[in-house]
């Protein structure tokens, strides 16, 4: 074997052997299946937005907002919810999640129930850029304060705030349980952080490489599952073992920077606890790229309750979920 065709990397309890030429990179295999894909013949739902949304929790701050609708909504009928943080890479139909394809042909298939979906912005103050795809606010807008932080001020954006803007237009469930949250790195904890304080309001919720890290003490949550009753919550985790790993500019090691390790602590502690939990460790950085190849599935857990008819002569359950004869509007 040439050894100059070889770079070692030294991984928590393992040596691999990595060509130098291409560089070893972990995400390479962490492709979008068919599901997040746009399909043919599957009736499309509709985006609409950008919205504004000032801010009372945040004084001075606005959040920017969509809103997906399915084909199949009907305004008569009470729609579930999902909330997603970092709206902007959610939506993105070139992005690593392409969450309206997703809920386009699950919805279709009956996997998961009709549901409204918000993608939503951190907070920015009028003169600030809008989060994009190179730079998702952390630099920029008030996302470091809102997503990291452990109070209950982001609570109150997306349950005082969002909720009663999004009920003057849309019929959305009322049941918590029809009502889900999710983001990414620290829109992760930030979407746990709305369970966590509001469970009357969502109790499902999609953590994709979540920060549960010492950014604003998020490090603190498996200890506190642990010291506190348990809440109605289903949580999905998702990360990767070559996730950022607690190495400190100086060169040292900190567990509490350590992405991978506090995400399997918050899995630990969660199933210690008795919670409806799931979670999945990949081989990915910290990247969507994982847990976008992933999230049709992750759907289709956190929604697997959604009410079935067993009748064999139930032929509307055993057909596609087709938009209704006439699609009512928005409520006004």
């Known amino acids: 074997m040439n050894r100059s065709l070889l770079a070692f990397s030294l991984l928590p309890g393992i040596l691999l052997a990595q060509p130098s030429t291409p560089a070893f990179n972990p995400d390479a295999h962490y492709r979008l299946g068919p599901d997040s894909m746009e399909q043919e013949g599957i009736p499309r739902g509709k985006l609409t937005g950008p919205f504004t949304l000032p801010s009372e929790a945040y004084p001075g701050t606005q959040h920017t907002y969509w809103v997906y609708a399915p084909a199949q909504y009907d305004a008569k009928t009470p729609a579930a919810l999902m909330v997603f943080q970092d709206g902007h890479a959610f939506w993105n139909p070139q992005g690593d999640v392409r969450a309206t394809n997703v809920m386009d042909n699950l919805i279709y298939r009956r996997e998961i129930p009709v549901m409204i979906a918000v993608f939503i912005n951190p907070g920015r103050t009028p003169e600030q850029p809008e989060p994009h795809a ?155 790229k994982h847990g976008g190849a992933i999230f049709p599935g992750m759907m289709r857990w956190l929604w697997r309750d959604q009410p079935v008819s067993t009748d064999v002569k139930d032929a509307v359950e055993r057909s596609f979920r087709g938009a209704p004869a006439t699609a009512a509007a928005p409520q006004n």
Do not use: C
């Open 134 to 288: 190179k730079e998702w606010g952390d630099r920029t807008t008030n996302r470091p304060t809102e997503y990291n932080s452990l109070d209950d001020r982001y609570a109150r954006v997306i349950v005082d705030e969002l909720l009663p803007a999004m009920r003057k237009d849309f019929n959305v469930s009322p049941n918590p349980d029809h009502r889900g949250i999710g983001g990414a790195s620290s829109g992760a904890i930030a979407a746990f952080t709305v369970a966590w304080q509001r469970p009357g309001e969502f109790r499902k919720v999609l953590s994709l490489i979540g920060s549960f890290t010492n950014i604003r003490g998020g490090h603190a949550y498996a200890d506190l599952v642990r010291k506190e009753d348990r809440k109605p919550l289903r949580v999905f985790l998702q990360d990767g073992r070559n996730d950022n790993r607690g190495q400190r500019r100086d060169g040292s090691y900190d567990e509490k920077w350590d992405w991978f390790l506090q995400n399997t602590r918050m899995a630990q502690a969660l199933t210690d606890k008795g919670y409806d939990v799931n979670y999945t460790w990949g081989i990915g950085r910290h990247s969507s």
